[in-house]
């Protein structure tokens, strides 16, 4: 009598995302194409001529370094969170809060400081509107963040957030990160292309 063995190989595990982690992703990628879509028309735009050139306003240069700041306070919180310190956890996400709110601060200051350059939304020439929309479209993802943030902020308080449940505090960081990644992004594209 002879006995045969099968030999069965154990099944790969899939590869597993949280679904709200998904959703964000794809929620990232559908504004990554939308500010594609926009620079690739600005560049278009501009080639065809009739573009008024105007000074990008100074205030951008400090926006930039106050969302670099805020990105870090974002991961300073992301590792206390990891090893359950709270006072560090809530200093870090506090610190990005101002942080988002100094930076919607300057962008509306900078558009101030376009207005007294003349340069308008409306103002007749293509340049000036785009400069608006990219920075104004931007600002309304910031507001986003920032509430994300209110919230996983309120959770932090309600002790919600901790080295066992980390998957809100992840997700807002990675979504902070990312509009600072593309702040970053637009700012260099306007001085790149604003000569």
Known sequence: MSVSMKIVEKP?????????????WLFMISIV???????????????DGNWRMFELPVLFWYSTAVVILSSVGMQIGVMAARKDQMAKLKWGLLSTFILGVLFL???????????????????????????????????????SGLIF?????????????????????????TYWHFLGGLWVYLFAFLLYNHQ
């Open 149 to 173: 943030l209110g919230i996983v902020l309120f959770d932090v308080l309600k002790l919600k957030v901790h080295s066992r449940n980390m998957n809100r505090i992840e997700m807002c960081a």
């Open 33 to 47: 194409m939308m500010f594609a879509a926009l620079t690739s028309a600005y560049i278009v735009r501009k080639g």
């Open 105 to 143: 601060s300057g962008q509306f200051y900078s558009w101030k400081e376009l207005i007294v350059g003349n340069v308008y939304f409306t103002g007749g020439n293509p340049s000036e509107s785009f400069i608006y929309v990219l920075t104004g479209v931007h600002w309304l993802h910031l507001v």
């Open 12 to 24: 790969e595990r899939p590869l597993a995302m949280n679904p709200k982690k998904f959703a964000l």
